[in-house]
């Protein structure tokens, strides 16, 4: 029998690499070793890393080189009531984080938001992207292409949906730089956030472009998608979810809940959220609506290296007859409750407390669920973190905690 020494040995010797691993034994032997060869080379204890608690092979998709697992501590925020487009009742949002007060902070505008008798959310868009860029010779012949793909958007949908049992051409946008032709595909990718769906179809159909106009590819990806980068086309066009959500709270819970007033929480979102990220240059416009993605994303299987387009928000507030208003919208949160990272057990158990685990029916409806409760549990945070700083508690919670 291979023991992990055995593997870590082979490994120091040259006789195998770091990846090869799993072809001489099972994942949890091939990440065992590797630790062991890590604490040999490194005098690092991974005693904790290597305390994980599903089969590494349930993570062959996911993961390369394998040695263990990365703990974040996760808790949970609610229940709060949503009234959604897909979702309707109260639901808890597991969030997975290393800041402390986070929690404790959204769950205060959860308080809020319940108390209120609940949230309206819902997704107003849906349309994964990709955008490849071809090379002409000149803008003579980006013009044919454009006109080309602008009459064959049918011919060019037969072929991206020929890949993908669920996924939808939306629609193909063509930008013209001189004698580059960036083509943006718009996809619906139903409960899956859909970048590998988007990415295949995309293929197939640039193998059509290039086969019956004069451009050919250059990069199937040309950065106008844009996937985890800021960009502003991703805040007006939007990208994977475009996602709102609004509450009215009466005067009486913002001063109880929120310990200050509609009129100083208004202010203060104006002078910072808004004023404040525009001198910034900001593309979003919102307290810290990334603290609350990336806590779901972590916690419920999402990538989360797009939290920077889910990020791209704008929280607005205001006055309503003495009332607060509150809302906010994620122009481009990309999630899903298929593929990806919802398939590893911790974020699969996640999905599961939010009733949106696997594909929905209609297909696409979990997805825009767990969606429209982002949106919600991302409002709470901008109310509680509004209040904090408009009844100058931000510093004295922090110390109260201990954070």
């Known amino acids: 029998m291979t023991t992990a020494e055995d593997l870590a040995e082979r490994v120091r010797e040259g006789d195998l ?26 005098e690092a204890d991974l005693s904790t890393v290597g305390a994980y608690a599903f089969d590494a092979a349930d993570a062959d998709s996911n993961v390369e080189n394998m040695i263990g697992a990365a703990q974040v501590p996760m808790g949970v925020v609610g229940p709060v009531r949503v009234e959604g487009g897909a979702s309707s009742g109260e639901y808890y949002l597991p969030l997975a984080t290393t800041e402390g007060a986070l929690l404790a902070s959204v769950n205060r505008g959860c308080a809020a938001i319940r108390r209120g008798g609940g949230a309206t959310a819902r997704v107003l868009k849906s349309a994964m992207t990709r955008a490849p860029v071809f090379r002409v010779a000149d803008v003579g012949e980006a013009s044919e292409v454009v006109s080309w793909v602008r009459a064959n958007e049918g011919t060019l949908r037969e072929a991206a949906e020929a890949t993908t049992s669920h996924g939808e051409l939306r ?50 990806s040309g950065n106008l998608c844009a996937d985890k980068k800021p960009a502003a086309i991703n805040a007006v066009e939007g990208r994977g979810r475009t996602v709102a959500a609004d509450v009215v709270l009466s005067r009486d819970l913002v001063a109880d809940v929120l ?50 387009e889910g990020s791209n928000a704008i929280t607005t507030v205001d006055v ?40 929905g029916d209609p297909p696409g409806s979990n997805a825009d669920a767990l969606a429209e409760v982002i949106a919600v549990g991302t409002l709470a945070g901008e109310l509680s973190l509004l209040g904090a700083l408009a009844s100058s508690h931000l510093a004295s919670a922090h110390e109260q905690l201990g954070r």
Do not use: W
């Open 171 to 220: 629609g193909v946008t063509p930008y013209v730089v001189g004698d580059s032709v960036f083509l943006r595909f718009a996809y619906d990718t139903k409960d899956a956030m859909g970048m590998n769906m988007a990415t295949i179809a995309t293929q197939a159909a640039c193998e059509v472009v290039e086969a019956e106009t004069p451009a050919s590819l250059v990069a199937l």
């Open 320 to 359: 309503r007859d003495g009332d607060l208003y509150a809302s906010v919208t994620l122009a481009s949160l990309e999630v899903g409750t298929v593929g990806g990272g919802t398939r590893l057990p911790t974020q699969s158990e996640a999905l599961s407390v939010l009733g949106v685990r696997g594909g």
């Open 17 to 42: 690499g770091l990846h090869e691993l799993e072809q001489h034994a099972d994942a949890d032997v091939a990440a065992e070793a590797r630790r062991v060869l890590l604490e040999a080379e490194t």
């Open 259 to 308: 310990k200050t007033t509609p009129e100083a929480i208004a202010e203060a979102n104006t002078r910072k959220n808004l004023v404040g990220s525009a001198k910034a240059g900001a593309l979003g416009f919102n307290a810290h609506a990334a603290n609350v993605v990336v806590a779901a994303f972590l916690a419920l299987g999402q990538d989360p290296a797009q939290v920077v």
